[in-house]
């Protein structure tokens, strides 16, 4: 064998033997917490358990029969990929069994899940089992996002334990299925990215305290939804259009259709997503599933997320499907957004 590759080799083994696990990363920032019970360490690992079983689905697309819809609709009126459903039943099953959590809200579900008193936990799960599905036949990213609160009290579980303001999340992540598995997860404090390597079977830390770039280089938002948008949003997308001139192009259009891939791109190379209410306030995306914990994510990584007019995080849902205009991004460019949408109106 070349030595070139034998060393190639080396460092590929190298990398993962001294390289923190994603339960390694956890259980050190539990021991930060001396009175914490655990819990929370149990379900994030639990939840990276769970991303692995669905990103082996996932992996299969095409082999297995998990291509195309169920045939059902669900809660949003949106077709169900068969995926969407297995992802949804992953997700629960692995929930239920970890002991840490007293109920769930899915984007797939009319009602809350609850969990047996025999195996019920602290934690409440809010999440999109699967995000991005209708890229899901042609081999695009698609991920899974969840949003983690503590129960405020015990007993009986009630809707009103999954509607909460984003702002009392104690953790939220995300777990991409794209050209490797990452999971992306915070607890305020830093945003942390693992990559699974599939042959160990394990998730190792890629990217320690991600930050969201200040610049945008890309621009991402469905330009054929213009005839729908707020009057503010067209000046916007001018006024960033305009950056680039014949001497260097600065703003690229960058748009997946899969928000949490959108999301990660951005957070990786410098980038503002946009998917606004429409003037009647008719909105795509769930406050509870995709708005919140990428919120949460961005505003740890110094970042901003709003509706144009409030903060989202500090939004009160009213029910568990609620939806919601989105414009999340780097901080300044946010708040350019907001600028505009006071100038130019609704
Ligand atoms: P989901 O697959 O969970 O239903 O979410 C799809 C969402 C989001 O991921 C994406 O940004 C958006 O829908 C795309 O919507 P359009 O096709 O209307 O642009
Ligand atoms: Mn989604
Ligand atoms: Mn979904």
């Given at each position: 064998m070349a030595l070139g590759r034998q060393l190639e080799y080396a460092q590929v083994a190298m990398f993962t033997a001294n390289t923190l696990t994603l339960t390694q990363h956890i259980l050190k920032r539990q021991h930060?917490?001396?009175?914490?019970?655990?819990q929370l360490s149990g379900l994030l690992t639990q939840i990276g358990v769970a991303g692995k079983l669905i990103q082996a689905n996932v992996r299969r697309a095409g082999l297995i029969?998990?291509?195309?819809?169920?045939g059902d609709t669900n809660v949003q009126g949106e077709t169900v990929q068969k995926l969407d459903r297995i992802a949804q039943d992953i997700f629960v099953d692995i929930m239920k069994r970890?002991?840490?959590?007293?109920a769930m809200a899915s984007e797939e579900e009319h009602e809350i899940i609850e969990v047996p008193a025999d195996s019920s936990g602290d934690y409440v799960v809010c999440f999109?089992?699967?995000?991005?599905?209708?890229?899901i036949d042609a081999n695009v990213s698609i991920g899974t996002i969840f949003a983690i609160y503590r129960r405020t009290k015990k007993g009986e579980v009630v809707r009103g334990d999954t509607?909460?303001?984003?702002?009392?999340?104690?953790v939220a992540g995300y777990i991409i299925y794209g050209s490797s598995t990452v999971l992306v997860y915070t607890d305020g404090s830093s945003v942390d990215c693992f990559t699974l390597d599939p042959g160990a079977g394990e998730y190792f830390?890629?990217?320690?305290?991600l930050r969201m770039p200040d610049k945008i280089k890309q621009l991402s938002l469905n330009e054929c939804n213009e005839p729908y948008w707020p009057k503010w949003v067209k000046p916007y997308v001018t006024s960033v259009k305009g950056r680039n001139d014949a001497e260097k192009r600065r703003v690229s259009s960058r748009h997946i259709g899969s928000l949490v891939a959108d999301f990660h791109r951005n957070l990786i190379f410098g980038g503002i997503f946009l998917y606004p209410a429409e003037p009647s306030g008719k909105a795509k995306l769930?406050?509870?599933?995709?708005a919140n914990p990428l919120a949460f994510i961005a505003e740890a990584a110094g970042g901003a997320a709003t509706n144009g007019v409030q903060r989202i995080m500090d939004l009160q849902p009213e029910g568990l499907h609620d939806r919601t205009g989105l414009v999340i991004g780097p901080k300044a460019e946010v708040e350019a957004c907001a600028r505009f949408a006071k100038e130019h109106g609704n």
């Amino acid at each position: 064998m070349a030595l070139g590759r034998q060393l190639e080799y080396a460092q590929v083994a190298m990398f993962t033997a001294n390289t923190l696990t994603l339960t390694q990363h956890i259980l050190k920032r539990q021991h930060k917490h001396p009175d914490a019970t655990g819990q929370l360490s149990g379900l994030l690992t639990q939840i990276g358990v769970a991303g692995k079983l669905i990103q082996a689905n996932v992996r299969r697309a095409g082999l297995i029969e998990v291509w195309g819809s169920t045939g059902d609709t669900n809660v949003q009126g949106e077709t169900v990929q068969k995926l969407d459903r297995i992802a949804q039943d992953i997700f629960v099953d692995i929930m239920k069994r970890s002991g840490c959590v007293a109920a769930m809200a899915s984007e797939e579900e009319h009602e809350i899940i609850e969990v047996p008193a025999d195996s019920s936990g602290d934690y409440v799960v809010c999440f999109d089992p699967l995000d991005g599905s209708s890229n899901i036949d042609a081999n695009v990213s698609i991920g899974t996002i969840f949003a983690i609160y503590r129960r405020t009290k015990k007993g009986e579980v009630v809707r009103g334990d999954t509607l909460r303001p984003g702002h009392e999340q104690v953790v939220a992540g995300y777990i991409i299925y794209g050209s490797s598995t990452v999971l992306v997860y915070t607890d305020g404090s830093s945003v942390d990215c693992f990559t699974l390597d599939p042959g160990a079977g394990e998730y190792f830390l890629s990217r320690a305290n991600l930050r969201m770039p200040d610049k945008i280089k890309q621009l991402s938002l469905n330009e054929c939804n213009e005839p729908y948008w707020p009057k503010w949003v067209k000046p916007y997308v001018t006024s960033v259009k305009g950056r680039n001139d014949a001497e260097k192009r600065r703003v690229s259009s960058r748009h997946i259709g899969s928000l949490v891939a959108d999301f990660h791109r951005n957070l990786i190379f410098g980038g503002i997503f946009l998917y606004p209410a429409e003037p009647s306030g008719k909105a795509k995306l769930r406050l509870l599933y995709e708005a919140n914990p990428l919120a949460f994510i961005a505003e740890a990584a110094g970042g901003a997320a709003t509706n144009g007019v409030q903060r989202i995080m500090d939004l009160q849902p009213e029910g568990l499907h609620d939806r919601t205009g989105l414009v999340i991004g780097p901080k300044a460019e946010v708040e350019a957004c907001a600028r505009f949408a006071k100038e130019h109106g609704n």
